[in-house]
């Protein structure tokens, strides 16, 4: 149940509630501890004189399948492949993707710096002499990352965020 504030309306159906006012990316887990994320979820419930009155469920995501569904060679595929997907997605949910350039004769000190899945996406640029680089990395360090990979060299630096992470 949701409460706007002393003496006005009560919304006590989740539907009821406009959740346009909140973006996904500002409703967090606070046991994810993404400090920022969550500031941004508090302050948009106090924008709209919002409060947390009591937390009646925790869950966690759960891919159930009917086991003749699964005896099934073509729906256990299917159910495979959903599977695939759906992990993808969580993973992604604390990675970014990372994009710079940088001089070649400056790569040697970057890549010492720049963490990645396995090895960063190294192409060359058209200006002779420079490379583009890209790398998935987790969240929770590109803070502190960039302004490393700035003094290293990096120009150009774009974080960006991602849909799926498959292994």
Do not use: C
């Not at 002393?6 to 887990?29: T, W, Y």
């Not at 040697?108 to 002499?129: E, F, H, M, V, Y």
């Amino acid at each position: 149940m949701v409460r706007s504030g002393p003496g006005e309306r009560v919304l006590g159906h989740a539907d009821v509630f406009d959740f346009e006012v909140l973006r996904d990316e500002d409703v967090v887990d606070p046991a994810e501890g993404q400090e920022g994320k969550e500031s941004l979820h508090r302050l948009a419930m106090l924008n709209e004189k919002l409060r947390i009155v009591d937390t009646l469920l925790t869950s966690t995501p759960r891919l159930i399948a009917n086991h003749n569904s699964w005896k099934d060679a073509w729906k256990r595929k299917k159910i495979e492949t959903l599977a695939l997907l759906l992990r993808g997605a969580l993973e992604a949910e604390a990675k970014v993707g990372l994009k710079m350039n940088i001089e070649q004769s400056r790569l040697a000190d970057l890549l010492k710096k720049l963490p990645a899945l396995r090895n960063p996406t190294i192409s060359q640029l058209s200006l002779p002499g420079w490379v583009a680089v890209e790398t998935i990395i987790d969240e929770h360090v590109v803070r502190e990352l960039i302004p490393q990979l700035k003094a290293a060299g990096a120009e150009g630096i774009i974080e960006y965020p991602l849909n799926k992470v498959v292994y």
